[in-house]
């Protein structure tokens, strides 16, 4: 499925298998590759560069024999590669690193790839995911499309070297690295310093078994590899140190971590939007997720970071076990693009606002358009009098109930509460509640109380009752100990 002309050139380094080498030679003879057959072991950096020698100015890309490749993954890396330019740091949060650039080396996601590595990141990812492998690459290469990262090396499995970038840089080096262990490291050190940038292409899935091609190391050419490697460049560790800490891939993984979960759940969840302080709300929250379970549907919720920090959290609560280790925070309304994209692969039967808390207006206005603008029902429950008043209760700061005072006495008590955080004026948030509200498929109140007091604001509200779930619980009577006493009852609430 590949655009992109190429030749699959293999190198026999002097197998001593006879089987193989009888199957290569077979194959090569039906045409399927070029196949080169060393007189003697080489050795394997000897062998690439055998194999370099043979590119007439072209592209290379190296290619373990224990990589899985999928789909069109070849013209995806040539996307990243072939404007010589690298992308403008658009997942990785390293604004301008490596912009402007041209394209030394590319190297694709995988399991096993250490600092490309996913779903958990410098690591050799053995556990089976839910997803297969193909799969898994169509899906980077659409919620990761056109989307790089500058990284300090490229990891040899999988690796696309620029015409380019040879040119300038030459082939790998045999005398320092004969045995393996450390050779790409060094040529993409190398091209750095020649004024090349490596890419990490998130939109690309390469699975990697490791250590299949040339077995385990067992006469210590690792150790070897790092010491010649950190020899010619003493600066290596902190290059790969500072890449670690910054973790400019992050996002990527996030969005293949969101994709999964919502193909996972996709048509059959409800979403959930509520802070993440406990209490009563955390408490019915936890009724209604029962509920959904014993009627078949999944949670997933969006909760509001504790420290008002404009994080949006998504997490999910099910029984499946997903392995998703880059659920980190969104930032609203920066990231309001991306969460919008969730909601729409997730595409949940309904999305049910418990609570905004803890969400500054900037970020509280986002998420509502958000959501009204997803084409998904929604819901809200009334937990509280937010749509109506900043401090959540219709209790003023002396002490004493409003009344749902005017807007202008709510001017009054929002200058006596300013704190630092923003806050929109109270006529602004009653006509922005106001409309969200009215576009709900349902808004729940807990008691005709708090119905009527929302309805004295709203009066065109369409507003239902629904108390909180109240599950049985089995109660364990007492005898009354004294008879005939009189009889006292202490009612907590």
């Known amino acids: ?256 971590d969101r994709a999964r979960l919502a193909r996972h759940f996709s048509g059959r969840a409800l979403l959930y939007v509520t802070h993440s302080w406990g209490g009563g709300i955390q408490r019915h929250i936890d009724d209604m997720i029962a509920q959904a379970r014993a009627e078949g549907l999944s949670v997933v919720l969006l909760q509001i970071d504790r420290t008002r920090n404009l994080e949006v959290h998504v997490a999910y609560r099910s029984p499946e076990f997903l392995y998703l280790p880059n659920l980190d925070s969104l930032y609203l309304p920066r990231d309001a693009a991306e969460l919008a994209d969730f909601v729409g692969q997730l595409a949940p039967v309904l999305i049910h606002v418990h609570s905004l808390a803890g969400l500054r207006w900037g970020a509280a206005r986002a998420l509502m358009d958000l959501v009204a603008g997803s084409g998904r029902p929604y819901a809200w429950t009334l937990h509280d009098y937010s749509p109506v008043c900043h401090r959540n209760h219709l209790v003023q700061p002396d002490g004493r109930y409003c009344g749902l005072a005017p807007v202008a006495e709510c001017r009054s008590c929002l200058a006596v509460d300013a704190d630092g955080f923003e806050e929109p004026d109270p006529g602004e948030r009653r006509a922005v509640f106001g409309a969200f509200l009215a576009g709900a498929a349902r808004v729940f109140a807990p008691s005709s109380d708090t119905a009527g007091r929302i309805r004295a604001v709203y009066p065109d509200l369409a507003v239902t009752v629904r108390p909180h779930l109240e599950p049985e619980r089995a109660v364990r009577s007492t005898a009354l100990q004294r008879p005939g006493r009189v009889r006292r009852v202490a009612v907590l609430g």
Not at 108 to 119: F, G, H, K, R, V
């Open 1 to 256: 499925p590949q655009a992109t002309p190429f030749t699959l050139l293999a190198v026999n380094d002097r197998s001593p298998d006879p089987e193989l080498t009888a199957d290569l030679a077979h194959l090569a003879g039906r045409g399927l590759f070029h196949l080169v057959e060393n007189e003697r072991n080489l050795g394997f950096v000897r062998s690439v560069n055998r194999a370099l020698g043979l590119r007439q100015g072209r592209a290379v890309v190296l290619l373990n024999s224990d990589a899985e490749v999928f789909g069109d993954w070849l013209d995806r890396l040539v996307a990243h590669a072939e404007p010589q330019t690298a992308p403008q740091a658009g997942s990785g949060g390293e604004a301008g690193m490596g912009a402007g650039l041209p394209v030394g080396s590319v190297t694709p996601l995988s399991n096993n790839a250490t600092i490309c590595s996913y779903p958990r990141f410098n690591a050799n990812n053995t556990m089976p995911l839910e997803i297969a492998r193909p799969e898994l690459d169509r899906m980077a290469a659409q919620v990761n499309c056109g989307r790089a990262v500058p990284v300090p090396t490229g990891v040899g499995f999988c690796m696309y070297m620029t015409a380019q970038a040879l040119d300038a840089v030459g082939e790998l080096d045999a005398e320092a690295f004969g045995k393996g262990y450390g050779e790409e490291n060094d040529w993409c050190l190398r091209a750095i310093k020649a004024g090349f940038v490596n890419l990490l292409a998130e939109d690309v899935f390469v699975y990697h078994a490791g250590q299949i091609s040339f077995g385990l190391d067992e006469g210590g050419e690792y150790a070897s590899g790092q010491a010649a490697l950190l020899a010619k460049h003493p600066d290596y560790p902190a290059r790969v140190g500072q890449f670690v800490q910054a973790d400019p891939g992050r996002r990527g993984r996030a969005r293949l």
